[in-house]
Structures are given as C-alpha cells and as structure tokens.
C-alpha cells in the first residue's frame, strides 16, 4: 500500500487560521418530482441547490426524527450518498497530539479510511483502510468529501492518497500519491480539493510545476493534462460553468482566479486574487453574468462573465463595508444578492452590483456571538435555505435583501471539534432521500426531513 510522507518545505504563518474546504457555487432555485441522490461535495450539481420536494415546513416536536447513528472517528469531510449507500471518510488516530494550533503541524499515526455505509440502516458494508501518517495542522481528519460516478467512488485523503474504488465492494481500481505522481508537497493544511467527474476525466486541484490543477482518466488514473503554477496549489475545488458561448472549468490558487478549457487545460483568462496566508479556498459562486471569489481577511473579487466569449471583467473589490470575505464557509448568490459568512461569524447580504452590506446577523453561526472563522453550511430548497450551524443546530430560514428570516431551528448534531478556544462543528451536510447525513468526529447520523405524508 502507498504511506509516503513527502518532505514538508514550506510553514504557515503563526497568524493563519484553519483551513476547510466548505466553500461552493450556487446557483438558480429548481425544484423536481422525485428524490435524487447527493453523489458529491454540495450536491448532484455542484451548486448546493437541493431539488427534492416534500420537505418539512417545520420540524416536529422534539426535532428531526433520527433514523440511525453510527459510530465513526475523526475528519472534516462531508458524506455523498448514491444508490443507497453513504461514503464518508475519517481518520483512526492512534499516536500524537491532534490539538489544533494555527501555527503548526501536528505528527500522527493511524490509519485513513473510507467508509461505505447503508443508507437505510447506517451499517457498514464495507471499509477501505490504510496506515497513514499525518504531518497536517489542525489534524483532525480528511477533508475531501468522496464523488460517486455510477459504480466508482473517488476519495482523496489529507495527505494525498487518490483512490479509485469499486462502490460494491470497496475494491481499488487504481490509486496514487498525488506528491509522488505531480512532485509536490503535502499543503500545510492537508490536500482539500474535492474531486470533480467532467465526462471521461477527474478533475481536482493536485500542486507542483505546472500541474496546480489536474484532469486524470477516470477509469485509469493516467493524467490527460495539467495546468498552471503557483507558489502553492492552495485549498479550493474545480467548478464548471458555462458562459460566452464555452464550458469554462474555474479554479482558484493562492494567487489568481483562472478560467480553464475542462477538456485541455488551456488558460481562458486570469484574474489576481491573492488571500491572506495563501488560504484559497472557496470555489467561486455564480449568478447569471455575475461571478464572486472570495476569502480570509476580506479578499474579494466580483467578476462579470463576457456573453460572447470566454472572457471575465473586474467589477469591485472587496474592501471594508464592501463585499465580503469568508475563511471556510459556503457562499450563495441570487441575481442581485450575495450571502456570505465573513471572518467573524457574521452571515452578510450584500448588493451584487456594488458589493454594498444590506445587514448582518450572527444567529446563523454561533447564534448570537461573532468567533474566529465561525461557520454556517447553506443549502437551498426552494426559497428557504437550510443551514448547519457550527454549534449543531439545524435552521430553516428565508435569505432576501430585506432580512435573516428564522423559519425553525433543531439540535441535529453536537460540536465535537476544538478550534480557536471553543467546540464547533466543521463538517458539510449531505440532503438526499428527504433526509440530513451529518457527521461530526465521533458519529455520522442520518435524520428524516420528509413532510407528513410524503412519499419517498
């Protein structure tokens, strides 16, 4: 089995904050008919739009209805479900010290699984293990949520392990070490990127001359090209959208945001972006024309995407009262209003067009308190929007112009993780079947959000 520990050159800044990958794309509210499976990180669409229906209005007394709990161990990745299996990853650590610290990177031994549980039942059918040495800061876990395609599940492990799995059974079909396949360095915060399936290849942010961002064959694990340089490959994960005419595969490092052709890898455009402490990690969120990129210490950058080709205009900058910069949490954007979570807990609206605050609230997050990169997961159903709150509450609420609008509110999950002085929870929910799958490190549960009398 692969276990190589890859020399570790670079050290973060004292100063810098714990990496996520949570960020994601989200577009235009749909609905459809049927349940659908959540096969990857924010969904069947990458777009954390959640599409079924029959969903509760309220919840019930007492809260969601938990179905099953299972028991599991230590990561920050979120699960996908397909084809009535859950796929989540976790770390069973067995030496060293996992206390999270900004300023260092822990040493670990134990072992780096995935998980492939019944989604019904919650029992495990199968596990997919290795030793594995971690030399990571905030050492929790994996990051990387797995991405089903049809009877294959991807994973990407913190420190680097890219397999290939058989979904029946667990079974490889091909796996690499990413520093050995592209000559790179484990990231100080662990490798984030969530892998994207764009027909025949697999797309994911990897590092190394040339090859920061990389298309493999999804069925062998050969490289059909690689792209771009940077100091560091940084934290973020591959979105495709479609404008002026051409897919356009975008992907952000350290220091730009860069429009890739998904099927060469040739340079479309790119715009300088550069995060504090090199923490690029949210994905960029679209809405019609407009594009948001945005991180750690209010770096960000609106972008309008050219009709006619594959071309992109700046439009403001964050700065202060405009815009807004998160650290780890997911964005949302409607035709002319952007929510994020900024560095302090607090949920923003802004005007799309001049980046404008329109209010704030920290009821999303911490309820009621700002915090170091304090973090709320949002997911859209329709015109509400469901969030995880890094205390554990579920929320059902309405985002507009005007106002935060709390529908409900339930405990769904407890704070498991240790993080700037206080306990959250740091982990991206999966909505498939009419239902909530949550992990924290100790537990993955799935909890039913089906309205009285819907159908599954």
């Given at each position: 089995m692969l276990n190589r520990h890859p020399s570790r050159s670079r050290r973060a800044s004292r100063f810098a904050r714990p990496l996520l990958v949570l960020a994601g794309a989200f577009g235009a509210t749909s609905v459809a008919a049927r349940a659908e499976d959540w096969p990857q990180w924010l969904g069947p669409q990458r777009d954390a739009e959640w599409r079924e229906t029959g969903i509760v209005d309220k919840f019930p007394s007492g809260g969601p209805k938990v179905l099953w709990r299972t028991p599991i161990h230590g990561g920050y990745s979120g699960p996908a479900v397909a084809d009535g299996r859950v796929f989540v990853t976790d770390y069973d650590r067995k030496e060293g010290d996992p206390a999270d610290g900004p300023g260092i990177r822990n040493v670990l031994k134990g072992t780096e699984r995935l998980l492939c549980l019944d989604a019904k039942s919650g029992?495990?059918?199968?596990?997919?293990?290795?030793?594995?040495?971690?030399?990571?800061?905030?050492?929790?876990?994996?990051?990387?949520?797995?991405?089903?395609?049809?009877?294959?599940?991807?994973?990407?492990?913190?420190?680097?392990?890219?397999?290939?799995?058989?979904?029946?059974?667990?079974?490889?079909?091909?796996?690499?070490?990413?520093?050995?396949?592209?000559?790179?360095?484990?990231?100080y915060w662990g490798f984030s990127s969530h892998p994207l399936i764009d027909g025949e290849r697999l797309v994911l942010v990897a590092g190394g001359e040339g090859s920061v961002v990389v298309a493999l064959n999804k069925m062998t694990g050969e490289t059909i090209w690689k792209a771009l340089s940077a100091r560091e490959a940084g934290y973020g994960s591959p979105v495709i959208f479609e404008a002026g005419g051409t897919r356009q595969l975008l992907v952000w490092h350290p220091e730009a945001v860069n429009s890739l052709n998904p099927e060469t890898g040739a340079l479309h455009w790119s715009v300088p972006l550069m995060p504090e402490h090199r923490m690029s990690i949210n994905i960029p969120v679209r809405a019609g024309k407009h594009v948001y990129v945005a991180g750690i210490e209010d770096k960000g950058v609106m972008l309008e995407l050219a009709a006619d080709a594959p071309k992109a205009k700046e439009l403001w900058r964050a700065d202060g009262d405009i815009g807004v910069g998160p650290v780890h949490?997911?964005?949302?954007?409607?035709?002319?209003?952007?929510?994020?979570?900024?560095?302090?807990?607090?949920?923003?609206?802004?005007?799309?067009?001049?980046?404008?605050?329109?209010?704030?609230?920290?009821?999303?997050?911490?309820?009621?308190?700002?915090?170091?990169?304090?973090?709320?997961?949002?997911?859209?159903?329709?015109?509400?929007?469901?969030?995880?709150?890094?205390?554990?509450?579920?929320?059902?609420?309405?985002?507009?112009?005007?106002?935060?609008?709390?529908?409900?509110?339930?405990?769904?999950?407890?704070?498991?993780?240790?993080?700037?002085?206080?306990?959250?929870?740091?982990?991206?929910?999966?909505?498939?079947?009419?239902?909530?799958?949550?992990?924290?490190?100790?537990?993955?549960?799935?909890?039913?959000?089906?309205?009285?009398?819907?159908?599954?």
């Open positions: 029992e495990k059918r199968w596990e997919y293990a290795y030793p594995c040495e971690y030399h990571i800061s905030y050492p929790m876990g994996p990051r990387s949520t797995p991405t089903v395609d049809g009877d294959r599940v991807y994973m990407l492990g913190a420190e680097g392990r890219l397999a290939c799995l058989n979904v029946a059974d667990g079974k490889p079909m091909w796996e690499m070490d990413l520093n050995d396949k592209f000559q790179c360095d484990t990231p949490s997911p964005m949302l954007m409607s035709e002319d209003t952007l929510y994020a979570i900024d560095g302090s807990g607090q949920l923003t609206a802004c005007d799309v067009a001049t980046g404008k605050h329109l209010w704030k609230t920290t009821d999303a997050t911490t309820h009621g308190k700002k915090a170091d990169s304090a973090t709320g997961f949002m997911v859209r159903n329709g015109e509400r929007t469901f969030i995880v709150s890094e205390i554990g509450d579920l929320i059902i609420a309405k985002l507009t112009r005007e106002a935060y609008e709390e529908i409900d509110r339930a405990k769904i999950i407890e704070p498991t993780h240790p993080a700037w002085g206080r306990v959250v929870h740091w982990s991206c929910p999966a909505y498939a079947n009419r239902c909530i799958f949550v992990r924290n490190d100790k537990e993955i549960l799935c909890a039913s959000l089906a309205a009285e009398g819907a159908a599954k």
